[in-house]
């Protein structure tokens, strides 16, 4: 009796109903063999944490490579560049130092252009409220905040001023820390925890723009030469067909007006192939660090 | 104002004390309430900051033990980014310190920088960093110092038995402020609400409980050395103190009366007594040598010459003499019963039969009523003296009518004469048996005074009645036990 009146609820044999399965939610990718979807990582080298603007940008990129985009994030750069190694990543937007330091495993694809040029600077940034300061050697003693251990404009670059005068990050200052992003970086040093800071120039001149109280609460001190703009790099492994595909709308973006507006939120102007050497600076500076004693 | 206070009427005191009574109670339940929500307050903040604590506490055990000093401050001030959040559970300032007790990080970086000594840049940081150093539990410690408005909660950070850093939170009692001003305004508006309901009744009531007071105290206030005749006194009558005072005090005010009453008749009678005793004294004195004089004449008259006009000089003498005697011996009124009959009711007949034709002159009616019938025991003459000196002043002063009525009793006569003239003014009274009284307008002023003269000597009591169209003078002689014999 029961059975029957089972039965009777669902009419599909079992074999109907696999079909009727495949059909509804698992078949259109398969039927269309839609290929699998490209893996981003990004990085704090821009602000990352715009969760609409992102996934505006995730369905335009969708959109245009006709082909599902995932965004990867992670705390820190070591975590992506990781994940790229292990093919759990087909591109990520990186910072140029770590770019260099994994130049082997890693395919240069497209280098951001802000205010017209693929370079940016770090900028050594200190409390709106300190208007003693005047060069980094002033800050001897003090708590310093870094974005991150791998971070170019973030670390690295102070690290190679201080080898310059024959410092060292954990001698000059009493205590260093990092904040795992550009942006709170100016927000450490805003509240004065930290005494001094270096930052993505360009974090800091968008978040000026975008956000003009955090930055107000900060002075920029020194600005340092100019850098390969963070790049997008892709794997070494990444199938040419899907890397020329990357690129190509990444470098279109500036051609149509969403991805104009897009990167207007990014308060860039574009993507352009780029050149390896545009980060023979960091390259050379990391060598010169890495010899310091 | 202590003067003021202490003098001021009970119709007020009472209202006035009623309030103070209600304002006091109001004053101690809103302190009372303010006190328990202090508590509250503090109870509440505590219990808050301690399970915060706690979350924070094991929170920051990761960053510390990777040395994240940036996630630790946005781990301990994350409490601070919530918009809507209640600010008066919010810690003012949250301090990580490391093992040494130095900050660590802190949610106020610029006033407490990290590896800072707290303690050196706020003294009143020393009591929990004690408190707390040496503790290995997880338990809050709360200390709040005396004469801060601060409390400091300090939360001990620790992983796996070892001692990473303390957490330390402070809370101004500031926010409880506004609080408490809210309460004791809502407590002031209810307590000027219930003294609006309680003034009318505090004032009705006050008025009624001072109310037989105050007419007590009025009526007393009144009685100077004299009690005022027209004195009336409403005073209540209940079976309280007031209105027992109330009795007491009529009574008082009775007796009072009485005495001076007493006191009055006492004066005029003594009055009265003195000017038999002078009076008497004088004619005694004047009837000595007048008697002589007069013996004298009489011997002249007898042995002497006819000179015609010594003799007419002799009888103007005589008959000089013979007035004062007849004066003096007025004055010098003696009971001696020369009449030794008793009183009968021819007597009294012969009186009326005297002025009747007096009051027919006057045309005035006469109206009798004897009741004496058998004889008494009384000197005649006198109580014929009495009744005819009242009688002839009762038709002298009479409009149309004068009533006279004889009457006994077992024990006494009473002689009662009633006219409808002019009454004799109250001022008047104490002066009416005086001897040449200058109220007598005709005769010469010895009449009443003989009457009491002669009745005080038979122990008996004169009563004057006079009001407006009738005076009454009424002589009532004690009758003796035995026949009179003196």
Not at chain 1, 202 to 209: A, D, F, H, Q
Not at chain 2, 413 to 437: C, K, Q
Request: hydrophobic share 45%; proline share 6%; glycine share 8%.
């Amino acid at each position: 009796m029961t059975k029957r009146f089972e039965m009777a609820i669902f009419p599909l044999s079992r074999r109907r109903f696999c079909t009727a399965l495949a059909l509804c939610g698992l078949a259109p990718r398969a039927l269309a063999g839609e290929p699998a979807p490209l893996r981003l990582g990004l990085t704090p080298v821009f602000l990352d944490d715009q969760s609409r603007f992102l996934e505006a940008w995730r369905l335009y990129l969708t959109e245009r490579l006709q082909r599902p985009v995932v965004f990867v994030q992670r705390g820190s750069y070591r975590e992506i560049v990781e994940l790229l190694a292990q093919d759990q990543l087909e591109a990520a937007w990186l910072c140029g130092f770590p770019f260099v330091k994994n130049e082997r495993r890693l395919r240069l694809l497209a280098v951001p252009l802000f205010q017209g040029r693929p370079l940016y600077r770090s900028y050594l940034i200190v409390p709106a409220g300190d208007t003693r300061t005047e060069t980094l050697l002033d800050l001897r003693g003090k708590v310093f905040a870094y974005s991150d251990p791998d971070s170019n404009s973030g670390f690295l670059y102070t690290q190679h001023a201080l080898s310059q005068i024959g410092e060292r990050s954990d001698r000059f200052f009493a205590r260093t820390f990092f904040a795992w992003a550009h942006r709170k970086v100016v927000e450490a040093v805003a509240v004065e925890l930290a005494q001094g800071g270096a930052v993505d120039g360009y974090v800091w001149e968008t978040l000026k723009r975008f956000y003009p109280q955090v930055t107000a609460k900060t002075r920029v001190l020194e600005q340092s030469p100019e850098f390969g703009f963070p790049p997008f790099a892709a794997r070494a492994s990444l199938p040419e067909a899907d890397f020329a595909a990357l690129r190509q709308v990444l470098i279109a973006m500036g051609g149509d007006a969403e991805g104009k507006a897009l990167l207007a939120q990014l308060n860039l102007d574009g993507f352009v192939p780029g050149e390896r050497g545009l980060f023979d600076g960091i390259g050379r500076m990391a060598r010169q660090v890495e010899k310091q004693p | 104002m202590k003067y003021f206070m202490r003098d001021l009427s009970l119709r007020y005191k009472i209202p006035l004390r009623v309030l103070l009574l209600a304002s006091l109670t109001a004053i101690l339940v809103t302190a009372s309430i303010l006190f328990r929500v202090y508590d509250e307050t503090r109870n509440d903040l505590l219990r808050h900051a301690q399970s915060m604590g706690r979350v924070l506490a094991n929170t920051l055990v990761g960053p510390l033990t990777h040395d994240d000093a940036w996630r630790a401050f946005e781990i301990i001030n994350s409490p601070f980014q919530s918009e809507e959040a209640d600010r008066s559970e919010l810690a003012e300032t949250i301090l990580v310190l490391d093992g040494k007790g130095q900050v660590y990080v802190s949610t106020r970086p610029a006033q407490f920088p990290m590896l800072s000594d707290p303690v050196r840049l706020d003294p009143e940081f020393a009591a929990i960093r004690e408190a707390t150093a040496g503790r290995d539990g997880r338990n809050p410690v709360v200390r709040a110092q005396p004469g801060s408005n601060r409390l400091f909660v300090g939360i001990p950070i620790i992983s796996d038995g070892a001692r990473l850093g303390t957490l330390i939170m402070t809370y101004t009692k500031g926010p409880f402020i506004p609080r408490f001003i809210g309460i004791a305004q809502r407590a002031a508006l209810m307590t000027l609400l219930a003294l609006a309901v309680l003034l009318p009744i505090a004032w009705y009531w006050g008025n009624r409980m001072a109310g037989p007071l105050v007419r007590l105290a009025g009526c007393m206030d009144q009685i100077g050395p004299q009690v005022p005749e027209g004195l009336r006194c409403d005073l209540f009558e209940s079976n309280d103190e007031i209105g027992r005072a109330g009795a007491s005090f009529k009574r008082m005010l009775k007796e009072l009366r009485e005495k001076a009453r007493l006191e009055q008749q006492i004066m005029a009678t003594e009055r009265l007594a003195a000017i038999g005793r002078l009076s008497a004294g004088i004619a005694h004195e004047i009837n000595n040598p007048l008697g002589g004089m007069l013996n004298a004449i009489n011997t002249f008259k007898r042995h002497g010459s006819d000179d015609p006009l010594t003799l007419k000089t002799l009888s103007l003498l005589e008959r000089g003499l013979g007035q004062i005697k007849d004066t003096v011996a007025a004055l010098l009124i003696e009971a001696r019963v020369e009449s030794r009959h008793a009183l009968s009711r021819r007597d009294i007949e012969d009186t009326r039969t005297l002025v009747a034709a007096e009051a027919a002159s006057k045309g005035i009616e006469l109206a009798w009523d004897n009741h004496v019938t058998a004889d008494l025991p009384l000197p005649s003459t006198l109580v014929r003296q009495i009744l005819l000196n009242l009688l002839l002043n009762a038709i002298r002063a009479a409009e149309k009518q004068v009533e006279c009525q004889v009457y006994r009793d077992s024990r006494s006569l009473t002689l009662a004469v009633r006219n409808d003239g002019i009454h004799i003014p109250d001022e008047d009274m104490p002066y009416l048996f005086e001897p040449f009284s200058r109220l007598s307008r005709n005769g010469h002023g010895l009449g009443l005074w003989i009457t009491y003269q002669i009745t005080r000597q038979l122990n008996g009591g004169i009563l004057v009645e006079s009001d407006p169209g009738q005076t009454r003078f009424a002589v009532t002689l004690p009758l003796p036990e035995e026949p009179c014999m003196t």
